[in-house]
C-alpha cells in the first residue's frame, strides 16, 4: 500500500442552515455511532458534535483507521484528523496518548463505561446552561465575570 492511501482520513462533515455562536467540537470514540464505546487507539470512527448554549449539533464523522500504519504514527495520524476539537471522549485513553492529545489542545475524557452519546451531550448542555466550570468558560470565551475562582484560573 502506498503511503498517501494510508494516511487519508475519511471526513464526512455536516453543513447547518443556521450555524450556532460560540460552541466547541466535542469528539466521541465510537463502534455504533451513537455510544462512547472505543478506546482512543483503536477507534476507527469518532462523531463530533458542535454544542453550546443553543444545543448541540452533529458536525462530522471522522473514520480513522491506523489498523495500516506503524504505532508509532498512529497516535499523531488521529490527533491531526480531529484537528479543532475541543473535549474528546472515549472509553479508554493510554497515558503518552493522553499527554499528546493534550498538548495539541484537545482535553481528553474518559468513560467508566460505554455511554450513549446523546445522553453526554444533554449534560454537556445542561453543564454549559448552568454553571460551567472555567476551563469551559475560556473554550467557549464565556464571561467568567462572577466567578470566584477566576484569579486561580487566570493565565
Known amino acids: 500500500m502506498h503511503e498517501e492511501e494510508k494516511m487519508q482520513t475519511s471526513k464526512i462533515?455536516?453543513?447547518?442552515?443556521?450555524?450556532?455562536?460560540?460552541?466547541?467540537?466535542?469528539?466521541f470514540a465510537t463502534k455504533d455511532m451513537q455510544?462512547?464505546?472505543?478506546?482512543?487507539?483503536?477507534?476507527?470512527?469518532?462523531?463530533?458534535?458542535?454544542?453550546?448554549?443553543?444545543?448541540?449539533?452533529?458536525?462530522?464523522?471522522?473514520?480513522?483507521?491506523?489498523?495500516?500504519?506503524?504505532?508509532?504514527?498512529?497516535?499523531?495520524?488521529?490527533?491531526?484528523?480531529?484537528?479543532?476539537?475541543?473535549?474528546?471522549?472515549?472509553?479508554?485513553?493510554?497515558?503518552?496518548?493522553?499527554?499528546?492529545?493534550?498538548?495539541?489542545?484537545?482535553?481528553?475524557m474518559k468513560v467508566a463505561e460505554p455511554r450513549p452519546i446523546k445522553e453526554v451531550l444533554e449534560e454537556l448542555l445542561a453543564m454549559i446552561n448552568g454553571n460551567p466550570p472555567p476551563w469551559i468558560k475560556r473554550l467557549m470565551k464565556l464571561k467568567n465575570d462572577n466567578d470566584p475562582r477566576l484569579e486561580r484560573w487566570a493565565e
Open 13 to 27: 462533515s455536516v453543513e447547518s442552515a443556521q450555524p450556532m455562536s460560540g460552541t466547541i467540537k466535542v469528539a
Open 35 to 108: 455510544t462512547i464505546n472505543a478506546h482512543f487507539g483503536g477507534a476507527k470512527e469518532f462523531v463530533v458534535y458542535c454544542i453550546g448554549p443553543e444545543g448541540f449539533e452533529l458536525s462530522s464523522i471522522v473514520k480513522t483507521d491506523t489498523s495500516d500504519i506503524e504505532s508509532d504514527e498512529k497516535t499523531e495520524y488521529k490527533i491531526e484528523a480531529l484537528k479543532g476539537v475541543n473535549i474528546m471522549y472515549c472509553e479508554s485513553i493510554g497515558g503518552t496518548a493522553a499527554a499528546k492529545v493534550i498538548r495539541a489542545g484537545m482535553n481528553p
